[in-house]
T-cell receptor, first 117, second 114 residues
């Protein structure tokens, strides 16, 4: 386990289809974060988990988006009825603990690039 | 709503030049300011600053936080082509219910030409 792993790396889907992304955090990291990054912008916070509990969701996370972390290990992010505006890089990060240093040094995965056509 | 603004958005320099990147923020209950470097994919952590006036240094990179002015700068001296990347500024803050999420700026795209 050398880092945060995200799958797939790229996803092209037709508008209206559902997509699911997976994130495998670094082993024993209890915090897991999802961010979305569009071209020319910094990452935007979507949601985060402390173990299996989803502690916060951004209002960016509409009812078409849902995230789970059923056993406190890997997480999935599902987008239903995709729209072209959902095209972005979806980044996952994990950290051990919740103090400021741990949050700052959260390790990011390589991201899943979603293109909705 | 927390807000982070970076400037310039884009910068092109020659190898050996010194650059200064700026970051200003508005955040509730400031906890820390962070700098990241993003090349092709994932952001990588550079610095974390929590106190004003304390300069963080790592080789040719250094950063200072000014909590009075709600801003920070990132300096890179003797730039190299390998410094070409997007530099992201982020702040950690928010109320008791906001947890530990980060608010990122748009980033500064730095291009160092040989």
């Amino acid at each position: 386990d050398t880092g945060v792993s995200q799958n797939p790396r790229h996803k092209i889907t037709k508008r209206g289809q559902n997509v699911t992304f997976r994130c495998d955090p670094i082993s024993e990291h209890n915090r897991l974060y999802w961010y979305r990054q569009t071209l020319g912008q910094g990452p935007e916070f979507l949601t985060y988990f402390q173990n299996e509990a989803q502690l916060e969701k951004s209002r960016l996370l509409s009812d078409r988006f849902s995230a789970e972390r059923p056993k406190g290990s890997f997480s999935t992010l599902e987008i239903q009825r995709t729209e072209q505006g959902d095209s972005a890089m979806y980044l996952c990060a994990s950290s051990l603990g919740w103090d400021t240093r741990a949050v700052a040094e959260a390790f990011f995965g390589q991201g899943t690039r979603l293109t909705v056509v | 709503e927390d807000k982070v603004v970076q400037s310039p958005l884009s910068l092109v320099v020659h190898e050996g030049d010194t650059v200064t990147l700026n970051c200003s923020y508005e955040v509730t209950n400031f906890r820390s300011l962070l700098w990241y470097k993003q090349e092709k994919k994932a952001p990588t952590f550079l610095f974390m600053l929590t106190s004003s006036g304390i300069e963080k240094k790592s080789g040719r990179l250094s950063s200072i936080l000014d909590k009075k002015e709600l801003s920070s700068i990132l300096n890179i001296t003797a730039t190299q082509t390998g410094d070409s990347a997007i530099y992201l500024c982020a702040v950690e803050g928010g109320g008791e219910t906001s947890g530990s999420r980060l608010t990122f700026g748009e980033g500064t795209q730095l291009t160092v030409n040989p």
